[in-house]
């Protein structure tokens, strides 16, 4: 109400007043008291609207609410440094506990929520998260997990965000009824500077994932990165479409209170809803994938709503051909081309509009206050500009800290302050980057090294190819060769025999694939990456040659 906004605000004023005070940089090195700050600088602006839901929160809404939940966490015996997993969907809940975490020094497990209960109890186990905080939607997993079937887990507290669903069980508490007891003064401020802010873990397509943790310096620096890179203004409107227990909406996501910008939450991906919303609420920025916006350019939707808001769109996991760079130019959208990795906690490299057209493939520069460099298999650095492909390995204040628990996997990936990716790029005379491949992913054929990003690249060209992925599979006369998998465009038709004389038109001899299947979809994981892995279990070969 009117009353608990006009004491939040107070409440973010008074704390102001003691940051002036002690100038301390205890308190303004954390991510949480962002939000009280931008609560008491613009109280009354919409932060964040829920689309499916129609609630809206300002920003002195939203840190009143946070503080009530970081009141109800401490009350619980949560004490800094501890770990607390959400497995929520995108919602305010997401969010003002990610910010409520934060504040009181805790650590947030983000958990994907795709997962099934076997890989959320390693994900438990692995953190000892001691609070779980769930959706309603998820209570047959998690009455798995608290039941004990997959074995004893640390968990002592779980919050049910009810969402209007039946009674919350037993032993559960009801989310929204804590809420509304806890206090909504600003708490104690728990961690700052390198203190652990969340615990990501990664796909784990092969072996069980790894929790790649991150400092609040960590994302305040990855904040700074991506603002002084894009174009994000006060007065933009994001799209937060993407699952926010990835990185890459979990970025924009801090980025839209440090910036002051609102966020538009869609608790779930659908193509009607998608366009109904960038119209009725007029979004200027969004992050799709490159599969994903090919498909936007075709849905019936499209012709159906104003889309004419639509500044830019960020997009990454793969390049984006010329063709549907230009089809989205026709619309007045520019596309912005990113890479980062969960480990960089989301920058890494940037290809403005500017440079799309003249360097397509690409993934442009090095972003602000992110380094590069380039090392060929001695570890020796590979000049900018030359034509040998080597690994990518990225430095700055935003990487990650470590992986948690594994001490093995970080000396492996974080070697004296550089990050080692594990893609293999090359470098040209203007800087920009084109990643060639994943190390693992490399296909030797014949004694060649064959990248299958460069033929995936060429094949997404083709008029009649939507998408396509490329792995490798045995063959006795060349040890190994390339499988084309191709999903067909709308309307086309392709073979293999056109298949193959696109790929020997733009490429040369020794890559052109012998092999091209045409597949109904391609299996990407909730960021919209290629799972390879998945692929070469369905396509073991071997090949009839």
Same mark, same amino acid.
């Not at 008291?33 to 609560?39: I, Q, S, Y």
């Not at 004490?79 to 959400?86: E, I, L, N, Q, Y």
């Not at 699952?243 to 909406?249: A, K, L, N, Q, S």
């Given at each position: 109400?009117?009353?608990?906004?006009?004491?939040?605000?107070?409440?973010? =004023?008074?704390?102001?007043?003691?940051?002036?005070?002690?100038?301390?940089?205890?308190?303004?090195?954390?991510?949480?008291?962002?939000?009280?700050?931008?609560?008491?600088?613009?109280?009354?602006?919409?932060?964040?609207?829920?689309?499916?839901?129609? /609630?809206?929160?300002?920003?002195?809404?939203?840190?009143? *609410?946070?503080?009530?939940?970081?009141?109800?966490?401490?009350?619980?015996?949560?004490?800094?440094?501890?770990?607390?997993?959400?497995?929520?969907?995108? $919602?305010?809940?997401?969010v003002e506990s990610y910010f409520a975490i934060a504040k009181i020094g805790a650590v947030m497990v983000p958990v994907n929520w795709r997962l099934v209960s076997v890989e959320i109890s390693y994900i438990l186990k692995d953190s000892a998260a001691s609070t779980l905080l769930f959706d309603?939607?998820?209570?047959?997993?998690?009455?798995?997990?608290?039941?004990?079937? &997959?074995?004893?887990?640390?968990?002592?507290?779980?919050? /049910?965000? =009810?969402?209007?669903?039946?009674?919350?069980?037993?032993? @559960?508490?009801?989310?929204?009824?804590?809420?509304?007891?806890?206090?909504?003064?600003?708490?104690?401020?728990?961690?700052?500077?390198?203190?652990?802010?969340?615990?990501?873990?990664?796909?784990?397509?092969?072996?069980?994932?790894?929790?790649?943790?991150?400092?609040?310096?960590?994302?305040?620096?990855?904040?700074?990165?991506?603002?002084?890179?894009?174009?994000?203004?006060?007065?933009?409107?994001?799209?937060?479409?993407?699952?926010?227990?990835?990185?890459?909406?979990?970025?924009?996501?801090?980025?839209?209170?440090? *910036?002051?910008?609102?966020?538009?939450?869609?608790?779930?991906?659908?193509?009607?809803?998608?366009?109904?919303?960038?119209?009725?609420?007029?979004?200027?920025?969004?992050?799709?994938?490159?599969?994903?916006?090919?498909?936007?350019?075709?849905?019936?939707?499209?012709?159906?709503?104003?889309?004419?808001?639509?500044?830019?769109?960020?997009? $990454?996991?793969?390049?984006?051909?010329?063709?549907?760079?230009?089809?989205?130019?026709?619309? $007045?959208?520019?596309?912005?081309?990113?890479?980062?990795?969960?480990?960089?906690?989301?920058?890494?490299?940037?290809?403005?509009?500017?440079? @799309?057209?003249?360097?397509?493939?690409?993934?442009? *520069?090095?972003?602000?206050?992110?380094?590069?460099?380039?090392?060929?298999? &001695?570890?020796?650095?590979?000049?900018?500009? =030359?034509?040998?492909? $080597?690994?990518?390995?990225? @430095?700055g204040r935003h990487m990650m800290k470590e992986y948690w628990n594994n001490p093995k996997a970080t000396a492996e990936a974080l070697i004296d302050g550089w990050l080692h990716t594990g893609d293999i790029c090359t470098w040209d005379v203007e800087g920009?980057?084109?990643?060639?491949?994943?190390?693992?992913?490399?296909?030797?054929?014949?004694?060649?090294?064959?990248?299958?990003?460069?033929?995936?690249?060429?094949?997404?060209?083709?008029?009649?190819?939507?998408?396509?992925?490329?792995?490798?599979?045995?063959?006795?006369?060349?040890?190994?060769?390339?499988?084309?998998?191709?999903?067909?465009?709308?309307?086309?038709?392709?073979?293999?025999?056109?298949?193959?004389?696109?790929?020997?038109?733009?490429? @040369?001899?020794?890559?052109?694939?012998?092999?091209?299947?045409?597949?109904?979809?391609?299996?990407?994981?909730?960021?919209?990456?290629?799972?390879?892995?998945?692929?070469?279990?369905?396509?073991?070969?071997?090949?009839?040659?």
């Amino acid at each position: 109400g009117a009353s608990s906004a006009a004491g939040a605000v107070s409440l973010a =004023s008074d704390m102001l007043a003691v940051f002036a005070q002690r100038g301390d940089q205890y308190m303004l090195t954390n991510v949480g008291h962002l939000l009280t700050k931008r609560a008491a600088i613009t109280p009354h602006r919409e932060a964040f609207v829920e689309w499916e839901r129609n /609630r809206r929160f300002t920003f002195s809404e939203l840190n009143t *609410r946070s503080n009530q939940i970081a009141s109800v966490l401490l009350s619980q015996g949560i004490k800094p440094g501890d770990r607390v997993a959400t497995l929520l969907k995108n $919602g305010i809940e997401f969010v003002e506990s990610y910010f409520a975490i934060a504040k009181i020094g805790a650590v947030m497990v983000p958990v994907n929520w795709r997962l099934v209960s076997v890989e959320i109890s390693y994900i438990l186990k692995d953190s000892a998260a001691s609070t779980l905080l769930f959706d309603a939607e998820f209570d047959n997993t998690v009455d798995e997990l608290q039941s004990g079937k &997959r074995g004893e887990l640390p968990c002592q507290h779980w919050l /049910r965000c =009810s969402r209007g669903e039946a009674e919350t069980p037993d032993w @559960a508490q009801d989310y929204d009824e804590l809420t509304a007891t806890g206090d909504i003064s600003e708490p104690t401020t728990g961690a700052s500077g390198d203190d652990n802010l969340f615990i990501m873990y990664t796909s784990g397509t092969t072996g069980h994932p790894k929790g790649a943790v991150h400092s609040h310096d960590g994302m305040l620096w990855s904040q700074l990165t991506s603002m002084s890179t894009s174009d994000m203004r006060g007065d933009d409107r994001f799209l937060l479409a993407l699952p926010m227990f990835h990185v890459g909406c979990l970025n924009p996501t801090s980025l839209l209170v440090h *910036r002051g910008a609102t966020g538009v939450i869609m608790r779930d991906l659908d193509m009607p809803g998608m366009f109904n919303c960038i119209d009725a609420e007029k979004i200027s920025i969004f992050m799709a994938v490159p599969a994903l916006l090919q498909f936007m350019l075709h849905a019936p939707e499209r012709e159906q709503c104003d889309i004419s808001s639509v500044r830019w769109i960020a997009t $990454g996991a793969a390049p984006v051909p010329v063709s549907l760079l230009d089809a989205w130019a026709k619309l $007045g959208v520019s596309i912005h081309q990113a890479y980062g990795l969960t480990e960089s906690c989301g920058p890494g490299t940037l290809l403005l509009p500017e440079d @799309a057209a003249s360097k397509v493939g690409s993934c442009g *520069r090095p972003q602000m206050h992110t380094e590069l460099k380039i090392i060929d298999a &001695r570890g020796k650095t590979i000049p900018m500009g =030359s034509e040998e492909p $080597g690994e990518l390995l990225l @430095a700055g204040r935003h990487m990650m800290k470590e992986y948690w628990n594994n001490p093995k996997a970080t000396a492996e990936a974080l070697i004296d302050g550089w990050l080692h990716t594990g893609d293999i790029c090359t470098w040209d005379v203007e800087g920009f980057i084109t990643i060639c491949d994943r190390k693992k992913d490399m296909v030797i054929s014949g004694g060649e090294n064959i990248y299958p990003a460069e033929l995936e690249n060429v094949l997404a060209a083709c008029p009649d190819v939507q998408e396509a992925a490329v792995i490798g599979i045995p063959s006795v006369k060349w040890g190994e060769t390339p499988l084309a998998l191709v999903v067909a465009a709308t309307g086309a038709s392709p073979t293999n025999e056109t298949l193959k004389q696109w790929c020997k038109d733009h490429l @040369a001899g020794y890559k052109v694939p012998q092999l091209y299947k045409i597949v109904d979809h391609l299996p990407r994981n909730p960021s919209g990456k290629l799972l390879k892995p998945k692929l070469r279990e369905q396509y073991p070969g071997p090949a009839p040659f």
